[in-house]
């Protein structure tokens, strides 16, 4: 029972343009979220995070929008660059629990020169 | 460098063989978290630890893996016995509780391969 899912797999987009990365999730319990960028061989790298009290949230470049009605969040890369090129992954917690998080199976973003 | 370590980061063992892995937090996070990555997957919760005491485990923590924070700072996790489908990257992190929902920060992980 998969209760954060990210539905692609890989994503590409053009160097410049703008990379939407979805994730859905089912636990109305979740009230954080997290995305965390990897890169091959290192740990997942915490980049931004939303409660939700907040519906958008904002940092340098990413951007992460939280729409609980359709339990789905999204991350926005505005400019994408070659350097974002990475597995992003989606997490879920609650404050009501032990902090946990939850993980989505990740989207691989390439961005293309 | 004030992130998490892990050690070592690659360990090959055969089965039926205990390993033991080490996890240093930042140093003032007083929560420490394990994981477990197969290949195409999030990381999968395992147990976590406020200072000394370990709070909680998962279903996936079965009675060959134990894990303990002896002095709440850095944290080992054993394998007894291990089996091929142990196979994974070893993931710890640590956070700062309590928090404004504290992100929690991710170590290199340790990647383990059962022959």
């Known amino acids: 029972d998969q209760q954060v899912k990210q539905n692609s797999p890989s994503l590409s987009v053009q160097e410049g343009r703008i990379s939407i990365l979805n994730c859905d999730y089912t636990?109305?319990?979740?009230?954080?979220f997290l995305w965390y960028k990897k890169y091959p061989a290192e740990g997942p790298t915490f980049l931004i995070s939303?409660?939700?009290?907040?519906d958008k949230n904002e940092d340098g470049r990413f951007t992460v929008f939280l729409n609980k009605s359709a339990k789905h969040l999204s991350l926005h890369i505005v400019p994408s660059q070659p350097g974002d090129s990475a597995v992003y992954f989606c997490a879920a917690g609650s404050s009501g629990s032990a902090r946990q998080l939850t993980f989505g199976s990740g989207t691989q973003l390439t961005v293309l020169p | 460098d004030t992130g998490v370590s892990q050690d070592p980061r690659h360990k090959i063992t055969k089965r039926g063989q205990n390993v033991t892995f080490r996890c240093d937090p930042i140093?003032?996070?007083?929560?420490l978290y394990w994981y477990r990555q197969t290949l195409g997957q999030g990381p999968e919760f395992l147990t976590y630890f406020q200072n000394e005491a370990q709070l909680e485990k998962s279903r996936l923590l079965s009675d060959r893996f134990s894990a303990e924070r002896p002095k709440g700072s850095f944290s080992t996790l054993e394998i007894q016995r291990t089996e091929q489908g142990d196979s994974a990257m070893y993931l710890c992190?640590?956070?700062?509780?309590?928090?404004?929902?504290?992100?929690?920060?991710f170590g290199p992980g340790t990647r383990l391969t059962v022959l």
């Open positions: 992190a640590s956070s700062l509780y309590p928090g404004a929902r504290s992100a929690q920060f």
């Open positions: 140093s003032e996070h007083n929560r």
């Open positions: 636990n109305s319990m979740f009230d954080y």
């Open positions: 939303i409660s939700s009290i907040k």
